[in-house]
Each structure stands twice: as C-alpha cells, then as structure tokens.
C-alpha cells in the first residue's frame, strides 16, 4: 500500500500554514507517524470570537473538517478514494478558552474500511469527535460521514 503523505511532520507544517487554519486560529498540535492520531486545537483569539465573545461555531466545525480524511489518506495510500459525505456539529456549552479535539483512528475502523471496500464497493464510515475546552468540558459534538472507495486498477 502506497501511501499519499510520506512525511506526516512536514504534513502538520502544511495544514498549519494553511489559510483556512491559520486565520481561524487552528493548529494540529500533534500528528502521529502512522497516521492513527491527531490533536487540533483552536485558540480563542479576539478576530474569531463570535458576538457573544467565544468560540465561533464555525472555526469549531473546522477544526475536524480535513482530519479524518487525512488520517485515512495517509493510512490507506492513493489506492482509495476518500472524500467528506456530511457533516454535523451539536453544541453543548459555549467555548470560553482554548478548546481542543482529539481523534483517532483505531486499526479496528480501518480493518472494517478495508473489508468493505476490498472489492471496490462504496463505504461510509461514520466517526464522533469530542470537543473539549482546556478543562476538559465538552463544548461541542461533531459527527462526520466519510466517503471511501478503492481505486479501480488501472
């Protein structure tokens, strides 16, 4: 399995200069090497507060938009066809700090992508991430659908 991102460090470096993440105050903090990890956080700053003065619903929303994609992609290889299907975000409390949201892709979830998808079928693996402020409250739920598919050979 060949994969798309060779170099999960630089991978990190790019996302992080990135216009949708730096302007809305998003870092990935930590990315592991095999791709199975991810910590974003989204620092509370006075150009992405909203009008009530804390986290803008939409920069919350965004930290998680690429991730698992990205998780996937750099697991998976350019054999597959990964895509975002939908999306959803509950908010539970408002966000006064620094907020954080930590996301894993466990080998259980992509034993049952690959099974799925072996013979070039459609998958939609669903996936739930917490966000979490400094505290470690939940502010918010986010709930992604995830479009996979292997390549047909060429």
Known sequence: MKRIFARPRLLKVLMNCWPPFWGAG???????????YCRVRLSLRWWNRNANRTQYGGSLFSMTDPVYSMLL????????YI????ASITFLKPGLSRVYADIHLSQ???DE????????HKHFPQ?????????GTLIAEVERTLYVRKKRAS
């Open 26 to 36: 998003i870092c990935i903090e930590r990315l592991s090497p095999d791709y199975r």
């Open 73 to 80: 992609m750099g697991s998976l290889g350019e054999d597959y």
């Open 83 to 86: 895509w975002d299907r939908a």
């Open 108 to 110: 259980e979830r992509l």
């Open 113 to 120: 992508i690959l099974s799925a998808t072996q013979d070039g």
């Open 127 to 135: 996936f739930r991430i917490n966000i979490i402020d400094e505290e």
